[in-house]
């Protein structure tokens, strides 16, 4: 599959085996107690290759964790440099096996979407 920008042709690599992976990462802040003097910060991944219908159910949601504080994180990259690389390592791909063909393969998965409330997903960018 190619992409034509202008009258140029650029090769697509992504998404080209059905096995590829498609992830969305949510995350906003919440008082979970009653007088909201402490926050929480969870951080989700939704697998879209799932319907929608069963995307957003519990068991198929990823709880990546949780950031507790009395306030928001003041450095929100700390918290999530380490799924940062993760999410990396398997957009290059990592090993896996196929049950069904009995072989190893390259499995891939890219985050295509990240979203949240506005002060949540300023501070992810």
Known sequence: MDVVVGDEKLPFWFFLDPRDIVLGLST???GP???RTKTAWPII???YNLPPEERFQ???IISV???PGPKKPCNFDFFLWPLVQELLQLAIGV???DSLSK???LLHAYMILV???IPAVSMII
Do not use: R, V
């Open 115 to 117: 979203f949240g409330d």
């Open 58 to 60: 519990k068991d198929n």
């Open 95 to 97: 090993q896996a096996f």
């Open 33 to 35: 107690f009653k007088h």
């Open 28 to 30: 906003d802040g919440f």
């Open 65 to 67: 964790g949780i950031i």
């Open 45 to 47: 991944l939704f697998n």
């Open 103 to 105: 072989s190893l393969f």
